[in-house]
């Protein structure tokens, strides 16, 4: 048997020597400790600055977002000048042709008048409808309010409810259903609001009776028996009547509080607990008054029913709740902040009861007025007035011809002001003084200046020195000023400085405007 064999040489190529394995080269690394190093630098500074840029654009928009907000719209009668027309001699035609001088003039936004149908020399209402001739026709009236509107002015009436003259048809006719009787007039302690030493009870021959007169008025009033659907229905369409027939913007329902009365003629306390006043009666007819009446026009509650200002459950029943439940006022001319005169009202101590009271709580607007005919008091009343929540009412017989011309100008100087968005939804913070009693009262609104009007009631020449909370104390503007010789210091545009003493005669008052110390960044830090 033949056996094969292959012996092949080893190559070279595989030959092992020294039995050691050989150690390959080793291989450089793809990035380098140096570069690894760079990039993560870059990360972190990169990181860095968008936070940076992040937080700067935080701040801007924080810084800036008031300015881009656009405020609300507010009501007209916010801020607003009501020219009141109080006495009986005023014509139709006559104010037509004044109504732009008006205007000019005032810088109204509304003539409130008298009412317009006809009332006895007594001033108690004859009837509800029908035009008083005195102040001329229908078609007078009507081309009063077309002319009114066509320049941005609303006309408001006066619109008593409470009560008749006994010259009026019903009370001559003997319509005695219409009226408040009773028998025994002198079962109660009810007394008149003209003099509470006198009954509010008159005895009639004819009907062998008692009717019933809360206003005194010379014993021409008699109140109207609203328990009786007859004489309520009739109210309710002469407001009707007045409404449609001449598109009256607004009503001042007087004696709204007044209208109904214990039925069972049950004597006054001494707790607060009216027989006469606030009833549930009353708040139910304010509410069918507001049904009738568009909701865009006014119905202002006046100074006869005036408020207790303490009392929140009766100002919601008036004014309605955030719903609107019921109430249908929206300004209120309250005997509280109803200016008499400088001898007998503090208005230190008048405007230190309304920052307490809960109309300023509750940013509930009224109706300022003076009674006043010191034009100085009445400008400086009516300028510290507009720094507030509501209108003031410029009586035409009492201050119109009393204020100058630059007295009306300055007035209208803070009436465009108060166009401002600080003044519309803007913070109000009132102080006064310690030391000399003066009144400040400070708006401001984050994104916006701050406006202050600084004001001496006091009844003599003082100096002291404002401390502001924010803002630097060297730069702070004087918008206006009545100060009779203000010389350069005051003068309108003029820096000064509040850490320096301000010195104000009586009436006088400075209005001043500066920017806060980092406006928009106070929520921050």
């Known amino acids: 048997m033949i056996q094969a064999s292959r012996i092949e040489e080893c190559n070279n190529e595989f030959q092992i020597t020294n039995n050691e394995l050989s150690t390959p ?51 007209w009668w916010t801020n607003g000048v009501f020219l009141r027309f109080s006495n009986r001699t005023m014509k139709f035609n006559e104010l037509t042709e004044k109504l732009i001088d008006y205007r000019t003039k005032f810088h109204i936004q509304a003539l409130w008048l008298s009412p317009v149908f006809p009332l006895s020399n007594e001033l108690n209402p004859i009837e509800w409808r029908n035009v008083d001739s005195n102040f001329g026709n229908e078609s ?14 609303l006309i408001i009436v006066d619109y008593p409810l409470n009560h008749l003259s006994i010259q009026s048809n019903y009370f001559i006719s003997n319509d005695d259903s219409y009226f408040v009787w009773n028998d025994q007039g002198n079962i109660n302690n009810w007394k008149t609001i003209n003099d509470n030493q006198q009954s509010a009870w008159t005895y009639n021959n004819r009907k062998n009776s008692f009717y019933l007169h809360q206003f005194n008025n010379d014993n021409d009033s008699i109140d109207i028996n609203y328990r009786n659907n007859r004489v309520f229905n009739d109210m309710i369409d002469s407001f009707s009547y007045w409404n449609k027939s001449f598109s009256i913007d607004g009503f001042n329902v007087q004696g709204i509080s007044f209208t109904y009365e214990d039925y069972e003629y049950n004597n006054e306390t001494n707790d607060n607990s009216s027989r006469l006043r606030h009833l549930d009666e009353d ?12 909701e865009k ?229």
């Open 283 to 294: 708040y139910l007819l304010l509410a069918r008054i507001r049904a009738e009446i568009d």
């Open 25 to 75: 080269e080793s291989t450089p690394p793809l990035i380098s400790t140096l570069w690894l190093k760079r990039a993560r630098m870059i990360s972190v500074l990169i990181y860095i600055l968008l936070q940076v840029a992040y937080f700067i654009f935080i701040i801007i928009c924080i810084a800036l977002y008031p300015r881009c907000e656009k405020a609300p719209e507010t009501s």
């Open 297 to 525: 026009k006014i119905l202002l509650l006046d100074s006869i029913d005036s408020l207790a200002t303490s009392n929140e459950q009766l100002l919601t029943r008036y004014y309605g709740d955030k719903n609107k439940y019921l109430g249908g006022v929206q300004l209120a001319s309250l005997n509280n902040y109803i200016l008499v005169n400088e001898t007998v009202t503090n208005l230190t101590a008048l405007f230190d009861e309304y920052n307490n009271s809960i109309f300023f709580k509750n940013q509930q607007p009224f109706l300022w007025s003076s009674l006043s005919s010191n034009s100085k008091l009445n400008e400086a009343f009516f300028a510290a007035c507009l720094f507030h929540n509501g209108s003031i009412s410029i009586d035409i017989d009492r201050q119109g011809d009393q204020l100058s011309n630059t007295q009306l100008n300055r007035l209208r100087q803070i009436i465009k002001l108060t166009q401002k968005d600080v003044f519309r939804v803007g913070s109000i913070r009132q102080t006064i003084l310690p030391q000399s009693k003066w009144l400040t009262i400070e708006l401001k609104r984050r994104g916006q200046k701050h406006h202050m009007i600084i004001i001496n009631f006091n009844d003599k020449d003082q100096n002291d020195t404002v401390n502001l909370e924010q803002g630097k104390t060297n730069a702070v503007e004087v918008v206006l000023t009545n100060k009779g010789k203000p010389g350069k210091k005051y003068e309108t545009n003029t820096l000064i400085e509040m850490d320096k003493p301000i010195h104000l005669k009586l009436y006088e008052y400075l209005i001043i405007r500066w920017s806060p110390s980092i406006e928009g960044l106070g929520i921050i830090f």
């Open 140 to 153: 007078d009236l009507t081309r009063l309010i077309d002319k009114a509107h066509e320049n941005d002015i």
